[in-house]
């Protein structure tokens, strides 16, 4: 036996564990309980004095941190990208690439590919999320216009040879001619397809919705917002009562009522909590790009120089606190959108997202007064430890 964690705050995927333990044997987790009925000794044993020990994050929508962008296309500038976010909770995250030149993006796929299938020493890379280049102008929020594109299946058939497996969300603008080919042959293929910077009728969305899409990008940012007398994607993603929806949850985004709105229609177990955060996150003078864009640090938000909100400043562990704080989920559940809720849209809730036997030790050491993140462990092995 490996690694034992014992008088530990066990958040599990609907109540938290009090005075529990976790063994860790190879990397997974090989039994959760009670301290008082831990069936063996492990040879090393961590007691947690009641500190709280969480499911590892999974984002599925990081463009960048530590001052690095997702198109950077240098495996070791990624992984500071990694390294940043490993020490706010995330143990696992998409790497999500903003509409580029075409070759840039598959220059991109091609480092996320490499790096996915060697590891990065740290957090999981589980893939890349092409946010475009499919997406409509009218909503291109920080995309640059001229990097957009009309759905085209031989260039999407590009893309993914370049991400060699590793490409697992394509997010795109279902009113677009050639959006229900696209979307076919997407599903089709085993890509989880997601609607995002959209100008959709209620209608087209709930026609893609059909087709397969299974995830909104950042709900309520990037599309046309909801009306009662015209309820657009927004609204048509709130009813469907088929979709997931990724939230970003800071104060700049999303007010907390419509989040709580997307709670309370979506139900708790289709809501993702991402953070669509950029380099800014962790930067060490504040300023960034996003794509080819510069991007500067501003009260808590990530905006082109033109004031434009371009992605955020968000962490996990800030999205987490936001849930709990400012939405008032319970604390299994805001971990649940952060973690098992995620690992759900990509199919991987299998091996990743909870505390279980048989599940990577993906975990968290939370501080309880905050869930200030003091240590993250991927595979049973701690990659980031905060002094505390
Ligand atoms: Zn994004």
Known sequence: MDL??????????????????????NGVISWVGPTSELPIQPKKTKDLGGFFISPGYIDLHVHGGGGVDSTIAEPEQIKVICRTHESFGTTSLCLALVSSPVEVTTKALAAISHLATIGTGGARLIGAYLEGPFINPARCGAHSTKNILEPDLELMSRFTHAA??????????????????????????????AIGHTSATCEQTLGAIKR?????????????????????????????????????LDETHLHPIAARLAFNALGND?????????????????????????IVFDKGAAYLENGVLAGSALTMADAVKNAIDLCKLDIPTAVRCASLNPASVLSLDDRLGSISAGKYADLLVLDPSDLRVLESYVNGERVFRSPY
Not at 217 to 223: E, V
Request: proline share 4%.
């Open 164 to 193: 060699g497996g590793w490409l697992r969300i394509v997010s795109l603008a279902p009113e677009l001619p050639g959006s229900d080919n696209l979307i076919d042959w997407l599903v089709k293929s085993g890509f989880v397809v």
């Open 212 to 248: 397969g899409c299974k995830l909104a990008t950042h709900l309520f940012n990037g599309m046309k917002p909801f009306h009662h007398r015209d309820p657009n994607a927004a609204g048509a993603v709130l009813a469907s009562g088929e979709i997931t929806a990724e939230l970003i």
């Open 270 to 294: 289709r809501v993702v909590l991402v953070t669509d955060a950029t380099s800014v996150v962790g930067s060490p003078d504040g300023r960034g790009s996003l794509g080819q864009k510069s």
């Open 4 to 25: 034992g964690f014992i008088h530990c705050s066990v958040i599990l995927e609907q109540e938290i564990l009090r005075d529990g333990a976790i063994l860790v044997q």
